[in-house]
Structures are given as structure tokens and as C-alpha cells.
Nanobody, 115 residues
Framework: QGQLVESGGGLVQAGGSLRLSCAASGSIIVINTMGWYRQAPGKQREMVARITRGGSTNYADSVKGRFTISRDNAKNTVYLQMNSLKPEDTAVYYC?????????WGQGTQVTVSS
């Protein structure tokens, strides 16, 4: 059984930066892919960025060049560095991880970008 706890959301002006963190805990044998998704009001949840255990990454086109995903396998933690934030990045951001071959989600953290 695993658990994901996110932190780092908040309110920021357009052009600013935020760093999200997500720590996994529980009876962990292995964590494979970890990622960040987001859901804006009235929209479907979408993938933002994902990273494999080996460090391979992929990003949504809308965040390429602005967001960077990274992970610390020793700490079972994934990060999302968000730079040059835009109002359209406003959403609830969810952490996702494949822990012991099962899919887990965090509770979500709000990111609001003001214009």
C-alpha cells in the first residue's frame, strides 16, 4: 500500500515560478513511472510531465521548455519545477505514481497564476 503527499502549490503572478514536490510513503518495493497531471475547472485531467525510474522524461507540448520534472529515488520523491508560469497553467496539480505495480494519486495541490 502506498500514499502520495504533494506540497508546493500556491498563488503566483504570471512569469513567476513554483516548485511542486510529491513524496511517496508506505510499504514500497518499487516505484516505476512518476508524474504530474493537472485539471482546470471544466476541463479533463491532462498529463503535464512524467519520468521513469531511469530518468527518461516526457512533457505536454504546452509546458515544454518551461517545466522540468525530476525525481530522487532515494527519497521516493518527484518534483516539478515550473517557470514562466502563465494564467492558463492555473489548475489543481496531481501527483501520480506506479507503486508496486499499482497506480496511486495524490490529493492534489492548487496552482493559481494571476495575470
Amino acid at each position: 500500500q502506498g500514499q502520495l503527499v504533494e506540497s508546493g502549490g500556491g498563488l503566483v503572478q504570471a512569469g513567476g515560478s513554483l516548485r511542486l514536490s510529491c513524496a511517496a510513503s508506505g510499504s514500497i518495493i518499487v516505484i516505476n513511472t512518476m508524474g504530474w497531471y493537472r485539471q482546470a475547472p471544466g476541463k479533463q485531467r491532462e498529463m503535464v510531465a512524467r519520468i521513469t525510474r531511469g530518468g527518461s522524461t516526457n512533457y505536454a507540448d504546452s509546458v515544454k521548455g518551461r517545466f522540468t520534472i525530476s525525481r530522487d529515488n532515494a527519497k521516493n520523491t518527484v518534483y516539478l519545477q515550473m517557470n514562466s508560469l502563465k494564467p492558463e497553467d492555473t489548475a489543481v496539480y496531481y501527483c501520480n505514481a506506479l507503486i508496486n505495480w499499482s497506480d496511486y494519486w495524490g490529493q492534489g495541490t492548487q496552482v493559481t497564476v494571476s495575470s
